[in-house]
């Protein structure tokens, strides 16, 4: 293979996340199809194939991993030092290396590494396939971090494929996403990891899992003490003094408030208790229960306030523990500290905050860990605050900020949260360094915008610098959380449907994903065969109805034609129609009550008259009576979601919305709204219950054939309410006229037409990305009315609810 100086690089600027002046790639043009490769500086004669010493970042390391074109590649060569698991966010050496026998390929330039660990950078081949080129420089802009390549991998892949392959979106604002998926995957090891070592057996065999839920390397250890420095252990309240103590400069957050902590380093030591509930912690959305625990035995707490428990409230999730001076590195437990400290260098997000912590776990599922905390070094106004302080500081934040436990919660980023806090009250500063994401954010942005160095302290100290305080971060800056959840549906839907925030700021939703209706007490709602005649059912059908050149029994309600298309889409006349009964009702029929259920339960003894309900069509499926299959092109709604979608934060002040991620056709089916099953008096007495305090309101008439009988019971007057229960429609936002979705009624298991489903469509071709809305009907100047009116920003020409209720 001939390496030609001359040629163009094909990759001028080879990546987004490192400053284009630190990598520089020679070489020339090449069919070369070459893994991302780091490598040792070989002795390699050829200085062309890569050889035996070579790895590659699709992991096989140690093998030859690039196929090269004989006759036109040059590979760049990029060198990397092979320490595993290096800090990459150390300074780094300036310098240049160089393929010594080809002479081109690498130029690495960075500044000298400050000790052994500092990674060095890496690579670009020419005519890497662009989607491993893309890979690597994710890979790159993490090591930077610290993180390794096998945590970062399997995080990546999943965002690829929650981006719908997007690159460009994970690697917007130097891959922050990825680094916060990174953070998140590691708070949910953490959580879902089960403790399992008995804390009260201090000796060394009993911590062989140095980690609940990281691997091994990726656990840190804490080095010695200094006076700055905090440890917290967190472990089962439990009587054990042996073994635990520490150097006397060591800080421990007491949580007892002047009671008698439990004792575990007689001259020093205070414990916390933490106490949050202990049900399984995998329920991702719901209203929670914040609930307060003492742990009677040690009168010691840490309080994690809330509201009160509401009857929907599920249970999170994670064991009793307890915080006290360290452990960690008594004597006994040298030779593991040891060990993890060798290993702690891999990804850790304590080592980006300058923190590290210990943890161990035992056979009875207890968990030790211990946390220093080493911004407060080298502060020269520091002061060790008094451990009281330090956690009604703590506490304070949490109550103003609501963090009580919840679906989101996570053991580090407490622990994290103690830890700034601790700064804060020790630092005469005024404004304080947070050292947490938002951090970690700018850091990264910082990196990219200024080009100048590799590491965050760096950036750090010259922010410090440029203020002359020692910080850079506003107290009162609003923290940016982003937040990434893989399923909201928990795995009920047959479609996995992600949640990202990619804002900041908004708490996560608060309800149960429930993907079917659910009566909540009176509804009345009569599913059985026998209401379902002969001509209500085409029993005699088998496979798909809609290949059948007659149409079925099925299709009369829908004047002898299907709804749907061969293509699973709804039929263009039907949809048109709907499309034109929506937004012109008065051309069409409103429907009018005798006695209007929605004026009785306003007013039971003198209702007003009804003021109308728009009349609709109904989409028939075939159902459980028919004898077709549930492959039947008249089963749509039935079969539930298939699209890709994802619920985001609009940041337009409409709250979550749902997008897809895919484009979708017109006619599209996309969800069905769902939610609990209430009467319209019921729907009352909740809103009269919240007195219009909710952000947002969750309800949908089901009155879609009210006016066609005689005088409908308040049992059969009905609506869905999503508030507590629903699915992912619960998220769909309003837009005056021209939202992209339309609602249609479809019977799926009874021809009682006073409960049926509520279905979306797509209006149009929808383009992936695009927000999902619909017309909720709502008329902003009814005050009265059960869906409440908001002020509306739908942002359509035809808004008309924007000057509606704030
Ligand atoms: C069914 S929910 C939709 C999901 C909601 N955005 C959320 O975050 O949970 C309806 C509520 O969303 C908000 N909303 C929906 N469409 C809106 C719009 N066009 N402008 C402002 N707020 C909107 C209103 O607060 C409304 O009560």
Known sequence: MIIDDEVEPPYKKPHRGLPEDQVSSTGGNSKTNVDLEVSEPRKSSSGTRMGESSQSFSGNRGKDSIQVDEENSSPVVL?????????????????????????NAIVLRGEQPIDDHSPQFVMLTSNIRPGKQRAANAYNAMKRLGISQETVKPVLKRLWELYNKNWALIEEDNYRTLADAIFEDADDQLKKKKPVMNIDDEVEPQCKKPHGGLPEDQVSSTGGNSKSNVDLEVSEARKSSSGTRRAESSQSFSGNKGKDPIQVDEENSSSVVLYVNDEPNDITLGPMRRETRHDQESRNAIVLR??????????????????????????????????????????????MFQTKYDIASSTCGEVKLSLTCSQAQGQS???????????????????KSCKTVGPQFSLVNLLNDLCESYLEMGSDLVEKPHINRTQIHRLLRSNEDSKKTDHPEGVLGKRVASNGNGSSVSRNEKKRVVHIVNDITNGTEKVKISLLDEIGGEELPSYIYSPENITYESAYVHVSLARISDMDCCSGCKGDCLSSSIPCVCASDTGGEFAYTLEGLL?????????SMKSSPEKHHQLFCQDCPLERAKNAQYPEKCKGHMWR????????????????GNRVVQRGITRKLQVFLTGEGKGWGIRTLEELPKGAFVCEYVGEILTNIELYERNKKSRGQDKHVYPVLLDADWGTEGVLKDEEALCLDATHYGNIARFINHRCFDG????????????????????????????????????YGIDFDDDSHPIKAFQCRCGSQFCRGRKGKS
């Open 79 to 103: 060198y990397a030092n092979d320490e595993p698991n290096d800090i990459a966010l150390g300074p780094t050496r300036r310098e240049t290396r160089r393929d010594q026998e080809n002479g």
């Open 306 to 351: 809330g509201k009160q428990p509401t009857d929907h409230s599920p249970q999170f999730a994670m064991p009793t523990t307890t915080i006290r001076p360290g452990l960690t590195d008594t004597p006994q437990h040298s030779n593991a500290s040891k060990k993890r400290k060798e290993s702690s260098l891999a990804y850790n997000p304590q080592t």
């Open 381 to 399: 106004n520091f002061h060790i605050p008094s451990s009281d302080e330090v956690l009604n500081f703590a506490e304070n934040k949490y109550r």
């Open 571 to 579: 039929n263009e006349r039907f949809l048109e129609s709907c499309i």
């Open 617 to 632: 069509k109904f989409i028939k499926e075939c159902w459980r009576k028919c004898g077709c299959s549930m492959l039947c």
């Open 740 to 775: 992209n979705l339309l609602e249609v009624p479809v019977q799926v298991e009874t021809p009682d037409r006073h409960y049926y489903h509520l279905a979306f469509f797509t209006k149009r071709k929808v383009e992936a990305l695009e927000e999902l809305t619909w017309d």
